[in-house]
């Protein structure tokens, strides 16, 4: 019996789901429900601060996305709560199928994060590699209010220049975008392609082969001069003072945008926009959530 292509196409395609709702009450901020379709999961939330802030780890046991994979993540904060989400290891979009019989290529990846009056939340997953060849698409949507407070960062890898892999051949698009009360106030999508050029050109990433954003929402921290709270200007003053000590400044840049602090990396290194990304973390978290940086124990490991 001669398989259909619809069935061949449903069996190659692996979407996923995953939907994680916290609360905050009298014993601290505690992952409420869990809802899962596929290869996606968290083990438990982990309180190595304390009862009051969630450690999220975030497994998806491939350890990569292939053609016809969906992602979709959903993480909602309920008022008050706090959460740091993060991913055991690298993402990696692999090479896209070219069997043109199957019908697929497209890799696709959704992150929706829903953080309420009060609530905070810090995404900080590891870097995403883009294999030479990959089809893929990522999105990360950020709905905040205006009393709730956001950090977050996504690091995109485009090849593996360190193993003479470039990325020469596919597609890769991210999309990221910052709603505040159903409002958009920003929205960042480059779309890079063997044949357009963004790779090489000085308006693209100009041969480096590492993109990264970091995004800081706090308005009530860092946008109004009380006694204890630096301004925003301050607060970036301080940041590129720090940029400046470690000889970064042709990879980093800071904005201010209406409150949106977006702060950009362009270089050759994960790990040395990581270490940046870090040093910036240690003076932005204690204004934001009023705690020392802790990283996840996982990051050691």
């Not at 709730?148 to 990221?176: A, H, K, R």
């Not at 392609?193 to 990433?205: M, T, Y």
């Not at 270089?267 to 040093?279: E, P, R, S, V």
């Amino acid at each position: 019996m001669i398989q259909s292509t619809t069935a061949v196409v449903n069996s190659r395609q692996w979407v996923a789901n995953l939907t994680l709702d916290f609360s905050f009450n009298s014993l601290g901020t505690q992952l409420r429900r869990t809802r899962r379709n596929g290869p996606l999961t968290v083990q438990k939330a982990f309180y190595p601060e304390g009862q009051d802030c969630a450690h999220i780890y975030l497994l998806h046991p491939p350890a990569g996305i292939v053609s016809g994979d969906e992602l979709h993540v959903e993480i909602n904060l309920a008022d008050n709560a706090h959460t740091l989400i993060t991913t055991p290891g690298a993402n990696r979009f692999y090479r896209a199928r070219e069997d043109a019989n199957i019908g697929i290529s497209k890799q696709v990846q959704v992150t929706t994060l829903n953080v309420n009056n009060g609530a905070k939340c810090e995404n900080f997953p590891q870097e995403t590699i883009i294999y030479n060849g990959a089809d893929g698409f990522n999105t990360v949507d950020i709905h905040l209010t205006e009393q709730s407070v956001y950090l977050g960062w996504d690091i995109t890898c485009m090849g593996l220049p360190s193993s003479n892999e470039l990325f020469t051949l596919g597609q890769y698009t991210q999309l990221n975008r910052v709603f505040i009360d159903n409002t958009l106030i920003y929205h960042d999508r480059i779309a890079i392609s063997a044949s357009n050029n963004l790779l090489h050109h000085p308006a693209g990433l100009a041969g480096n082969s590492v993109f990264a954003t970091f995004l800081i929402y706090a308005p009530q921290q860092l946008n109004h001069n009380q006694d204890q709270s630096p301004s925003s200007k301050i607060v970036v003053a301080n940041m590129r003072a720090i940029i400046n000590e470690q000889q970064a400044q042709q990879h980093i840049s800071i904005t201010d945008i209406d409150g949106l602090l977006v702060i950009r990396y362009i270089g050759h290194q994960a790990q040395q926009c990581k270490k940046l990304f870090l040093l910036l973390w240690q003076v932005l978290r204690p204004l934001t959530v009023d705690k020392k940086a802790t990283q996840p124990r996982i990051w050691y490991t």
